[in-house]
């Protein structure tokens, strides 16, 4: 894989949107923080660098800087927003903060390009771009022309054409900046030089080869498969890499949804895997019983997870020659690697503890570089059927986080039944493509209503459905009222202990996905 760009990370809240985005069009690229050394830089070799955006002032002492040494490296370089002042800053312009009536912008913006910049190759002379910058280049580097402009600010980017370094002061990552895209690609394609070689076709071709190499003729694999999207389709690259040679454990937590365990195992049938399926739903619920906590509940379930893992490990007779997979991919490795980000919820996929994967000869993480759509793409390569490639997203803790308050197997059965009529009145709606992801919630909440004759003190259900790309924010579902009406009545009906349904109709932020 000739072809990689290198993003370089300052701190900016889109930057796994620009990374995705430069993989959308079939180039290879990888995050990494600022303070990667040169020698770092030059033994990735990138055909071009991309800086992030970043939430500080260049021209505090503490911000994040840059080798100047990058610039002589004699690849394209693009700046975005505080990656653009940065390289403003750096290779000698001027940078302040803006004064009200200057500079400052937030937001849509409308703006003028000059087409004959590169960068702007098929872009109309005027668009929207999507401004979020408080400081003000109040003088560019010498080589830079101004490419674009808007009615408050003179040098919306600048270009120094001859050595290949552009920067502009909106986000062309994000949907609003119309022709942003278009941007992107030009970078790549038309200053960076990129021919578009990353494909999942080729990544899988590459990946299996690679894997049976590591793996050896001999080697077996131990695979932790949770149902979700990641570890079925790492399952499918392993079958496809070793074949019978892999043992996939499902641990079924007894926190999953309805019919989860029959779906998954369905789905691998026609490959010869060893399909292992560990009914653990008592050890769970006695671990989780009296428990509150949401993020206690997670940790909870974690570590069991492991330890269920591991004496399924040991009855199978790992030696040092074994090997354990997991589908970690790359927003967790971002996501525990950053650092500065707040740490909302723990997601990641690193479950295992230490004396588990110490059993085994090393972990194996293919998809580790890998954004979700691309997983999905993997998936579909690979022959996994549509239902579990389109699959919502399920958190590893299952319904557990979906119980507000302690869980009980008697929630449990509640929740699975409920939920599993509001997917069926989704489906049944057509409405999967608009909802990214939903379900029931237990609330903890109980309520008084009437039914027959009778008044009734039952337990309130939540639905939720949000409607996002990259679950990092979410919009909540215009679900149409007849369909939350069917879902409403026929929960109320059909599931004991229900008796009132509230739909959710928060965005994310301020709230999240999931309500724990
Ligand atoms: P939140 O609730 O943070 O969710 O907005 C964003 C996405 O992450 C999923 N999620 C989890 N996934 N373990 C997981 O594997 C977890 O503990 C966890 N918590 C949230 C959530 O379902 C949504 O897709």
């Not at 760009?5 to 990494?32: H, S, T």
């Not at 702007?120 to 003000?136: C, L, N, R, T």
């Not at 008697?410 to 049944?428: P, Q, S, V, W």
């Not at 409607?467 to 149409?480: G, H, L, V, Y």
Request: proline residues 4%; contains cysteine; aromatic residues 10%.
């Amino acid at each position: 894989m000739e072809e990689k760009i290198l993003i370089l990370d300052f701190g900016g809240q889109y930057n796994q949107l620009i990374a995705r985005r430069v993989r959308e069009q079939n180039v290879y690229c990888e995050i990494k923080p600022y303070t990667t050394s040169m020698d770092d830089i030059r033994a990735f070799a990138p055909m071009g660098i991309i800086f992030t955006g970043g939430p500080n002032s260049v021209y505090l002492e503490d911000s994040a800087h840059v080798d100047p040494a990058v610039f002589e490296l004699g690849v394209p370089i693009l700046g975005i927003c505080y990656g653009c002042q940065l390289m403003a800053y750096t290779l000698g312009g001027e940078v302040t903060a803006a004064q009200a009536d200057t500079a400052r912008e937030y937001g849509k913006t409308v703006t003028y390009y000059n087409t004959n910049c590169k960068l702007f190759k098929d872009v109309p002379e005027q668009a929207i771009s999507w401004m979020s910058h408080g400081d003000y280049m109040a003088k560019v580097p010498e080589g830079f022309e101004l490419v674009a402009h808007t009615d408050a600010c003179p040098n919306a980017a600048i270009a120094d054409e001859r050595r290949g370094f552009y920067g502009v002061q909106y986000h062309p990552e994000v949907d609003h900046t119309q022709f942003g895209t278009q941007m992107l690609r030009n970078f790549l394609y038309e200053i960076c030089g990129a021919k578009g070689t990353w494909t999942m076709e080729d990544f899988c071709q590459r990946t299996v080869a690679q894997l049976r190499q590591t793996i050896g003729p001999k080697g077996r694999v131990l695979l932790a498969l949770s149902g979700g999207v990641d570890s079925s389709v790492l399952a499918a690259l392993l079958a496809e890499a070793v074949g019978d040679r892999l043992t996939a454990v499902f641990v079924d937590h007894g926190c999953m949804r309805k019919n989860e365990g029959d779906e998954v195992e369905a789905a691998f049938a026609k490959w010869k895997i060893h399909f292992v399926r560990v009914d653990a739903e008592k050890r769970f619920l006695d671990k989780l019983k009296g428990v509150e906590d949401p993020q206690r509940k997670r940790q909870i379930i974690g570590a069991e997870f492991g330890y269920v893992f591991l004496d399924e490990a040991m009855k199978f007779g790992i030696t040092k020659e074994d090997f354990f997979a997991q589908g970690t991919i790359y927003p967790d490795v971002i996501e525990s690697g950053a650092g500065d980000a707040d740490v909302i919820k723990s997601h990641h996929n690193r479950l295992l503890p230490k004396e588990v994967i110490a059993q085994f000869k090393s972990v194996l993480e293919p998809l580790d570089h890998l954004f979700k759509d691309e997983i999905r793409l993997l998936g579909k390569e690979l022959g996994l059927p549509d239902y579990l490639v389109h699959r919502q997203p399920f958190p590893g803790p299952g319904l557990a986080i979906r119980i507000l308050g302690d869980v009980t197997k008697e929630k449990l059965d509640i929740l699975r039944e409920a939920d599993a009529i509001f997917r069926e009145e989704i489906t049944k709606a057509n409405l999967g493509d608009m909802c990214s992801q939903y379900f029931a919630v237990l609330t903890n909440a109980r309520s008084v209503g009437v039914m027959g004759d009778g008044r009734t003190y039952e337990n309130v259900l939540a639905l939720r459905s949000v409607t996002t790309k990259d679950f990092m924010t979410a919009e909540w579902t215009r679900i149409p009222y007849e369909v939350l009406d069917r879902a409403s009545v026929r929960i109320v009906n059909e599931v004991p202990h229900i008796n009132r349904i509230v739909y959710d109709i928060t965005s994310k932020p301020p709230a999240t996905v999931e309500w724990e």
